[in-house]
């Protein structure tokens, strides 16, 4: 009978436990969500202030952005294209160093070789992202680039998608090598059966198998690098032009909004509302970079 009651007691207790849990882990994933929808609700409402006043299209399809300036014009292409500009250059560096990265880890490291280049390589996400600014901008540039290039101007675009590759290096190589690594290992031992050596296991075997978790990493990387900031404002400086030349200074999305933020636009005035009209359009572009990931890696994802 005691020992009825006891595991009765032990039941309860778990069922405590585990509803506890239950709880306190819906309230953290709650949480999350809570916050986009007031940010979503806070970008809203003031950009509807914005748009009472500047027409959409001409937001969407101007390619003059001089907001602070006293002949105002609202088209976000500029912006947009320095944006997209600094991202790509960045994904040009980070995809094929980052990959080469997981594939080296997963696959040919030893144990102690990951122990020490697995932390290193971590450590660039660490970095405060105002150092890779002034580094490009004191470093990158007039050391290097300007070597190549010499009438590169010292704020320009390549400096700063240089940099944020580098920041976005870790995302690529940690989601790829936990890709690369959740491969079942009877696949590779099939391939050596039939006499495949390592490197035509690793590019005909295991990086198809974990071509999901690779997409979902860029795609990821790539929506970081569009809301980098620091980086952007310090190195490739507040010049609004629709230019493609990656040797002259450019302003992007999130560079616009460390500007205003700093208190260069009055509150309540039209230059402020613009501030959460960009905001709110790069929301609405990162945001479906996240769902696409997710559904990449649900589409592509290989089940064993």
Same mark, same amino acid.
């Given at each position: 009978? *005691? ?13 405590? #436990?585990?509803?506890? #849990? ?5 309230? %953290? ?5 809570? %916050? ?135 995302? #690529? ?6 890709? !690369?690594?959740? #491969? ?22 295991? !990086? ?8 979902? *990493? ?23 032009? &629709? ?8 302003? $992007?999305?999130?560079?616009?909004? %460390? ?21 709110? $359009? &790069? ?10 990931? &997710? ?10």
């Amino acid at each position: 009978m *005691s020992t009825l009651i006891s595991y009765s007691k032990t039941l309860k207790k778990r069922r405590l #436990v585990s509803s506890i #849990v239950h709880n306190i882990t819906f309230i %953290a994933a709650s949480a999350s969500t809570i %916050a986009v929808v007031i940010i979503l609700a806070t970008l809203l409402n003031e950009s509807l202030q914005f748009f009472e006043k500047v027409n959409i299209l001409e937001y969407l399809t101007g390619t003059q952005w001089t907001v602070l300036f006293e002949e105002k014009k609202f088209g976000v292409l500029p912006l947009l294209n320095a944006t997209l500009l600094s991202s790509l250059i960045a994904l040009g560096l980070a995809v094929p160093i980052g990959l080469a990265i997981a594939i080296y880890l997963g696959e040919y490291a030893s144990n102690r070789v990951k122990n020490i280049f697995k932390p290193m390589i971590e450590l660039l996400a660490g970095i405060p992202t105002v150092v890779y600014g002034y580094f490009a901008l004191y470093f990158v540039t007039p050391q290097l680039l300007r070597f190549f290039l010499p009438d590169i101007q010292i704020n320009n675009i390549l400096a700063a998608g240089l940099m944020i590759g580098f920041l976005i290096i870790p995302i #690529v190589a940690s989601i790829s090598e936990d890709a !690369i690594r959740s #491969v079942p290992l009877d696949l590779r031992l099939a391939a050596y059966a039939v006499g495949a050596r390592k490197f035509e296991v690793v590019l005909k075997i295991v !990086i198809p198998a974990a071509l999901s978790g690779i997409f979902a *990493s860029i795609i990821l990387a790539f929506g970081r690098a569009m809301g980098e900031t620091m980086i952007v404002a310090i190195a490739a400086g507040f010049r609004p032009i &629709l230019s493609y030349n990656v040797k002259e200074s450019m302003e $992007t999305m999130t560079g616009f909004i %460390a500007q205003v933020a700093t208190g260069d636009a009055p509150y309540g005035t039209i230059e402020y509302s613009s501030l959460f009209a960009v905001g709110l $359009t &790069l929301l609405l572009m990162t945001y479906p970079l996240n769902l696409i990931a &997710l559904r990449v890696l649900k589409r592509w994802a290989i089940r064993y």
